[in-house]
């Protein structure tokens, strides 16, 4: 794979949907992270991997998983198997520390009270968890579990994207969509959207 320039790069950002002024400012810190042997399978890894960050991080805007639900409806449309109810949901309706206790905690690695919240979803591609972030962190050589906002800067953020994806979605995935945003969200959450920008992406790695 050929390394792109900060121009390059912010160009594919804006071709797959990303705002100019987010292009621009991303732009240096894929150059910078982004290396000649960053990904196992180079532009074919990119091609899946970016839509899937750019989807998850609402075209690089949203830097930390949103829990802050405003409607029962909404969590009961989120989560069908911890809110089967209005009444289930009423307690966690904005209040978004208690919802990630709550939907997070006793799993991922998660034992302490506050671990849910503590680990909740950061970077890009929405690292979630104490087992994620320490195995992440691990890989990228960065103490995420002891400082987890790290996942919020963009240089160790986009790192940790490129650790958990070389580590998760082995080459043999590459080009399934479905079955890759199956990895990555849990479900298929968000598949239409991953699939158009798929497309996008193709398009401007070419």
């Known amino acids: 794979m050929k390394r792109r320039n900060a121009q390059q790069w912010a160009a594919?950002?804006?071709?797959?949907?990303?705002?100019?002024?987010?292009?621009?400012?991303?732009?240096?810190?894929?150059?910078?992270?982004?290396?000649?042997?960053?990904?196992?399978?180079?532009?074919?890894?990119?091609a899946d991997w970016l839509p899937e960050i750019l989807h998850e991080s609402g075209g690089l805007e949203r830097m930390e998983e949103n829990l802050n639900y405003t409607t029962p409806q909404r969590l009961m449309a989120v989560w069908p198997s911890r809110f089967p109810s209005v009444v289930a949901a009423l307690p966690y309706v904005a209040n978004p520390k208690a919802l990630a206790n709550f939907v997070y905690g006793g799993r991922m690695g998660n034992t302490r009270t506050d671990d849910g919240w503590t680990y909740r979803g950061r970077s890009p591609i929405g690292i979630t968890g104490l087992a994620n972030y320490q195995r992440v962190g691990d890989l990228m050589g960065q103490d995420l579990v002891g400082i987890p906002d790290l996942l919020c800067q963009p240089r160790f953020a986009l790192d940790a994207c490129i650790a958990w994806w070389e580590d998760k979605i082995p080459d043999s995935m590459l080009?399934?969509?479905t079955t890759i945003r199956r990895r990555v969200n849990g479900g298929v959450i968000?598949?239409?959207d991953v699939q158009r920008l798929t497309k996008l992406a193709r398009v401007a790695l070419s």
């Open 175 to 177: 080009g399934e969509t």
């Open 190 to 192: 968000g598949l239409d």
């Open 12 to 46: 594919i950002l804006r071709a797959c949907g990303v705002a100019p002024n987010t292009s621009k400012a991303w732009g240096p810190v894929f150059a910078d992270e982004i290396r000649e042997n960053s990904f196992s399978k180079g532009d074919a890894d990119i």
